[in-house]
């Protein structure tokens, strides 16, 4: 078979995908969590070098995501065009989401493409299990792609909006894992974000860590223990020296 490259469609791919199917890479990636029920059972390792070889190509990142396929709905999050990514792609995509890996793939997509500011507290009120960590996803994914603002005056006003999406969600008692992982991972990643919101990430946390409700405290206790951690202040402090050296040149 001929290596994998740019002019495949979606069609070749797919049987590439079939014929590099393990049944056993399957029921290890069920153990996981991972829905399977179409699933070929090749790992992130074979496909993030395969979606290097197709490169980017948005018609045909639609057409690998309509199949329905778990290789091929991520190698659409690895291949699509982020600027053509679109609210209503964004919003269509969240609405087949069916397993927690291809919900955050898909949500780093959708920061790489702008739309985070936009539809984080859409998905975050959203019913729906993966539509919501998609949402507390992006927050996560956000916190480490999604440049400084250069209004110094409030260069962090978007992830203190998204602290207050992510304690109202904690309190509301939303116990379901898939969720309430993603909400603590929101919290973390923006807490290790910069010095000021690491402040307001631990008081966060510690009002978590002493709510009545079960999930709340859960997700502060597991925040705090990464916030409070010498390792994490370190980090922060380092990259505060740098960004000092960085505004005195």
């Known amino acids: 078979m001929d290596a994998p490259a740019p002019h495949w469609d979606a069609a070749r791919i797919l049987a590439h995908l079939g014929a590099h199917a393990s049944a056993e890479d399957r029921a290890g990636m069920?153990?996981?969590?991972?829905?399977?029920?179409?699933?070929?059972?090749?790992?992130?390792?074979?496909l993030?070098?395969?979606?290097?070889?197709?490169?980017?190509?948005?018609?045909r990142a639609?057409?690998?995501?309509?199949?329905?396929?778990?290789?091929?709905?991520?190698?659409?999050?690895?291949?699509?065009?982020?600027?053509?990514?679109t609210a209503a792609q964004?919003?269509?995509?969240?609405?087949?989401?069916?397993?927690?890996?291809?919900?955050?793939?898909?949500?780093?997509?959708?920061?790489?493409?702008?739309?985070?500011?936009?539809?984080?507290?859409e998905f975050a009120a959203d019913a729906r299990l993966f539509v919501r960590r998609a949402g507390f996803a992006m927050m996560a994914w956000g916190a480490v792609h999604i440049e400084p603002r250069p209004d110094a005056a409030a260069p962090d006003r978007l992830f203190l909006e998204w602290l207050r999406i992510v304690e109202a969600t904690a309190l509301a008692g939303d116990a379901r894992p898939y969720v309430r992982k993603a909400v603590d991972w929101a919290l973390r990643q923006i807490g290790k974000r910069s010095e000021r919101l690491h402040g307001a990430a631990l008081a966060l946390a510690r009002r978590l860590a002493a709510a009545p409700d079960r999930t709340a405290r859960r997700i502060g206790r597991t925040a705090m223990r990464e916030l409070e951690a010498d390792t994490t202040r370190a980090r922060l402090a380092a990259r505060a020296r740098r960004a000092a050296g960085r505004a005195a040149r």
């Open 90 to 121: 964004a919003r269509g995509w969240a609405g087949d989401l069916d397993s927690w890996e291809v919900t955050d793939h898909a949500a780093a997509l959708f920061v790489e493409a702008g739309l985070a500011e936009a539809l984080v507290p």
């Open 30 to 46: 069920a153990r996981f969590g991972i829905n399977t029920a179409r699933a070929f059972g090749i790992g992130n390792a074979a």
């Open 48 to 59: 993030r070098p395969l979606a290097r070889a197709l490169g980017r190509d948005h018609a």
């Open 62 to 85: 639609l057409a690998l995501w309509r199949s329905g396929w778990r290789e091929a709905r991520l190698l659409a999050c690895f291949t699509a065009e982020p600027g053509r990514v």
